[in-house]
């Protein structure tokens, strides 16, 4: 089992970038793949990006692919999302999850509690 706690959100301009983290705050995160997730106001869940649990396989989905880098420090318990060229789509509620699929997001039953990006002028 492993706890997980994101960090690095906040308000950016349109264009700006973020470097979101997730560490482990209990567990190790070496044996999970692990994945973002984001959430809207009032839209549902989005399966942002992910990467496997030796960082040999990644997956971004369409709307993050070009300006968005996943990666992970098995090491310092940690993986990292940064994100360029933001866009106010962009805004959401940023959720770190472990254990699941890299390709398509399912069956991550764990969760970190979340951090906000807003991307506004």
């Known amino acids: 089992q492993v706890q997980l706690v994101e960090s690095g959100g906040g308000l950016v301009q349109p264009g700006g970038s973020l470097k979101l983290s997730c560490t482990a705050s209990?567990?190790?995160?070496?044996?999970?793949?692990l994945g973002w997730f984001r959430q809207a106001q009032g839209q549902e869940r989005e399966f942002v990006a992910a990467i496997s649990w030796d960082g040999s396989r990644t997956f971004y989905t369409a709307s993050v692919k070009g300006r968005s880098t996943i990666s992970r420090d098995n090491a310092k318990n940690t993986a990292h999302l940064q994100m360029n060229n933001l866009k106010s789509d962009d805004t959401a509620v940023y959720y770190c999850?472990?254990?699941?699929?890299?390709?398509?997001?399912?069956?991550?039953?764990?969760w970190g509690q979340g951090t906000q990006v807003t991307v506004s002028s």
């Open positions: 999850a472990a254990a699941g699929d890299v390709e398509d997001g399912s069956g991550y039953p764990y």
């Open positions: 209990r567990g190790t995160i070496s044996d999970y793949n």
